[in-house]
Structures are given as C-alpha cells and as structure tokens.
C-alpha cells in the first residue's frame, strides 16, 4: 500500500489547523495535498477488493465496491467533536464500500475475504455493527493499518438502501441523528426513531429469515448432489414459499425506502 509521505508532526499540524479553522501554515500540508493521498490509498484497496473472485461466494449476484476520502466539512466536524484525535487517527479518513444482494452468513465470508487479503486478524480489525448499531446504523466495518487508515464497509443490499435514506434524513433532521442526537421537534423525533426501527427490527429480522432460507436452500442441494433426491415434497413447496414470500417483502420494504430518499431528497431542495 501506499506510503503516507508526511510526519506525524505535520499531520497534527494540519488536523489543528482544520479543527480550529485557523490560518494555514507553511509547517504542514494542505488539505488538498493529504486528500489526494487518501483518495488514492483508498481507490488501490477498492481495485484490490474489486478484483477478488467474488461470483462463487455471490452465486454470480452482482456487487458494487466503491471509494471516497472525507469530505474538509465532515473531517472537520469529525475533529471538533474528538479533538483528542488527530487527522491520521480518523479510521474512515479513507473509506471503502463493498455492497451486494447477500445473506448475512454470505456478508460474513466477505469479510472474512477482505481480511485475510490485506492479512488482518478478524478479532482486531472486524467491528460487528448488525447487533450493535449505531443511530440504527447496520453493517459490518474492517480497520485496515497500512499504517495509514482505511474503512472498508461491507454492507448488504438492505444495510445499504437503509443508510442511503438516513443519510438524506439527517441533511434535513440535523446531522445529529447520526451521532444519536434527536431533531428538537416531537414529529421529526417519532420520525428519526421509526427510521431506526426500520434498520435494528424490520430489515434486521428479514435478513435473519432470509439467511434461514438461504442455509435451507443450500443443505437442499447439498443433497441432491449427493444423490439424495427423495426429499418430502412438502419440503421444497415450503422453501419455495418461504423464498416467495421473502422477496416480496423485500421488494416492497425497498419501495418503501425508495420513496422515503426521495422525500428527504425534496425536502432538503425547499430547504435550500
């Protein structure tokens, strides 16, 4: 990976002088100088990511990978909220996105893939948000050390669609829902909570029965390749049932959150 080409010194410099938003300095690189060096750190870890042999572990579902460094607004904010925190010590300074139509056992073995590229022991780098969200927030994010820091979020279909409404939420609640704060409003407060429960119940308990189904479908053809082909008729109009049934929640749980981004999208445009 790419090597950071400025000290720490000169990175501590740079982060007081964007926390305090004082002048600039000779003593330490430019906002537009480190950017450029995350925004690449980032995009060689998304071509290795991407370049991965995924359609066996995706059963040729497609995947999207993509990268980005923080934008000067959020790492200053993210820098006045911990001001203990220097530049070089914000882990999504350079961040990675990784999102697929996949069960939660499937999102598990993507991470498991990401590490043991860039060899990185799960137990360290692997932060488990999907029982532990933050702001409702669902996904599961890798630390990688280079020494520079990179965020790699792996995120399902769900996870992904859900974080994309909130993020349009919270440019018209405040962005303090993000960081569990709630708008000051009684109706935008009910509105911030239903959003939350959508992520930690609704999608949470259709990603388990999903991941049900999905170990259901493959112990079946397990064992129709070993020869095994006299299962109970019940059995299989009952997985069909299930996969039926599930889509169609889904696919209206995706409807639901497709009108909602537009409504946050509208909203912040009267705003404007």
């Known amino acids: 990976m790419l090597s950071c080409p400025w000290s720490t010194a000169e990175l501590r410099r740079l982060s007081r002088h964007l926390r305090d938003e004082t002048p600039p300095t000779q003593n330490h690189p430019t906002y537009g100088e480190v950017v450029t060096f995350y925004n690449d750190l980032a995009a060689a870890v998304q071509r290795k990511i991407a370049d991965l042999n995924w359609p066996p572990l995706l059963l040729e579902r497609p995947f999207e990978v993509t990268s ?11 820098l006045q909220r911990d001001r203990s925190t ?10 990675v996105r990784f ?19 860039f060899g990185h022991d799960m137990a360290e780098s692997v932060r488990d948000m999907r029982t532990d969200p933050h702001s409702g927030y669902r996904a599961v994010h890798i630390w990688l050390r280079f020494p520079s820091r990179v965020e790699v979020q792996v995120r399902t279909h769900l996870q992904g669609q859900w974080a994309n409404v909130y993020e349009s939420a919270a440019d018209v609640l405040g962005r303090g829902i993000r960081y569990d704060e709630m708008p000051e409003g009684e109706l935008e ?6 959003l939350r429960e959508m992520s930690t119940i609704r999608i949470a308990r259709m990603e388990k029965d999903r991941n049900e189904i999905a170990k259901l479908d493959l112990l079946v053809g397990d064992l129709e390749r070993k020869g095994i082909t006299d299962l109970p008729e019940e059995l299989r109009l009952r997985l069909d049932r299930l996969k039926t049934r599930g889509k169609s929640n889904e696919d209206k749980l995706k409807t639901t959150l497709a009108k909602l981004r537009t409504f946050f999208e509208q909203e912040r445009e009267r705003r404007a």
């Open 86 to 95: 220097p530049l070089q010590n914000v882990q999504d300074i350079a961040g």
């Open 68 to 78: 980005r460094a923080k934008t000067l607004d959020t790492l200053r904010q993210k």
């Open 189 to 194: 407060q009910k509105l911030v909570r239903g």
């Open 99 to 117: 999102e697929a139509e996949m069960s939660l056992d499937e999102q598990d073995a993507v991470v498991n893939a990401i590490c043991g590229t």
